[in-house]
Every structure is written in C-alpha cells, then in structure tokens.
C-alpha cells in the first residue's frame, strides 16, 4: 500500500508543477512519519522515500536509534512544534547527524538555543520560520507582521542557516489559499533582508488535502501523512 500510495502521490506532484508551470521535481515530498513503525518508514524508504517528518523530540530519538532503520541513509525533518528545552536533544547523535532542517522556529530565544548546539557542533543548522498564517489561536507560528522583525534579529546568529518559511494553513480551502499566497509574498520580500536572496527560497507548506493548491502558490516542500501512509489508528 505504501509503494502504490507513493507512486500515486509523487505523481500528483509532478502533474501539479506542469499544470503551475513549476520546474520539474522542484518540490520536495516529507513524508510525515510520526505514529508510524521503523517498519513502515523502512517499507517507504525501500519505495524510494528519503525524507521524513517527525513531530517529537522523544519519538525522533528513539526511531533514530530503532535498529531496523538506523543504518538507512534518511534525511529527518523536525516539523513539530519545539521546546527551547529539547533542542539539546535533537543536536545528539544519532538524530543530528540525519537532521536536515528544523521546520518550526517561531522566536528569537528557540533560535538562540539552536545556535549554541549548532555551533557546538561546528555545523550550522537549516532551518525555516513557522509563519501562524491562519491566525490560529491554537497554532504556533509568528504572526505574518512580526516575520519580518524576527529575521532581523536572527540574521546575527551565525549558527543558523535561515533557508525560507513553514506554514500550516487553514483546513478551509479558499482561506488556505489565502494563507498560500500570502507565504509567497512573504517569502519575496524575506528575500531582500538577505545579502543571498537566493538562499532564502525554501516555502514549506501543504498536506494531504491541500499539497497542490500549495504547489500553485510556490511551495518546495509538502508534507503529507495520511496520504501515504494511510488514517492513523
């Protein structure tokens, strides 16, 4: 199920980028894996899946070190909301040497946690600002007219590679919509606060039931679940 569930999401993907007029295979697929056994992520990963979403500081430590999928060669991305506590937590090995980008940075004082591991480490870490582009009360995220400022005051922690912005949108879908083109107007003008414009591209945003009105309105990344690893349970 998973492999045919890929196949059939993957190319979705590619029709939505030829029907928005995307480059080819310029959006990245997460497949967001929390809840899901070391069996079904190595059953995706042999499907041909190298990026994972995890949710949990614990939960990411302990698939990490699952032998069943510990030698695998995946690209971990945390996704869920993140303590300043347990950022400690993701710069220990085994997590951080397979953690690609931290999705969820929303304050100056998590991304400060994040640089001192990081440059303890003597590698800088990649990462997004969650934008909370629904105004959701009960998501996190800075708000759309706070972005700006929170770049300025992150631009001097050398540590961080601030590579674009994450959103979790409106589960209505002409407010999400809304809430995508919105992230695309922020990420342009994010741009011209960076001596490197070009790295500052990355838009995370989309899921199973909205990934391709994402892709209309500029994401690189969509992370979807259910859509392939089928309803939790």
């Known amino acids: 199920m998973i492999k045919d ?9 590619r029709d ?12 990245q697929l997460i497949a967001v894996s929390k809840t899901k056994s070391a069996a079904e992520i190595s059953e995706a990963f042999t499907s041909g899946q190298f990026h994972f979403g995890e949710n949990y500081v614990q939960e990411l ?3 990490s070190q699952d032998p069943n ?7 971990w991305h945390f996704i869920g909301h993140l303590q300043s506590n347990k950022v400690k937590a993701l710069f220990e090995t085994p997590i951080y040497s397979k953690l690609h980008t931290i999705h969820t940075v929303d ?13 303890r480490n003597h590698k800088p870490m990649k990462i997004l600002i969650e934008v909370n582009s629904s105004r959701e009360t009960t998501k996190s995220g ?10 300025k005051s992150l631009k001097q922690y050398d540590g961080l590679e601030i590579e674009g912005l994450m959103t979790i949108a409106s589960p209505e879908i002409e407010s999400a919509r ?8 922020l990420l342009l003008r994010g741009k011209a606060l960076f001596n490197e414009p070009h790295k500052f591209a990355r838009l995370s ?21 259910t859509a392939i690893f089928g309803e939790r349970v």
């Open 107 to 119: 304050r100056e004082s998590l991304a400060k946690e994040i640089n001192k591991y990081a440059l």
């Open 205 to 225: 945003m989309g899921m199973s039931n909205d990934f391709e009105d994402a892709i209309q309105f500029g994401s690189t990344e969509v992370r979807l679940g």
């Open 178 to 185: 809304s809430n995508f083109k919105m992230m695309h107007d």
């Open 61 to 63: 430590q302990k698939k």
């Open 16 to 27: 939505a980028e030829f029907r928005f007029g995307r480059h080819q295979e310029e959006v």
């Open 142 to 151: 800075v708000l759309p007219e706070d972005l700006l400022g929170l770049l």
């Open 69 to 75: 999928i510990a030698s695998l060669n995946l690209c």
């Open 5 to 13: 569930n890929l196949s059939s999401i993957k190319n979705r993907i």
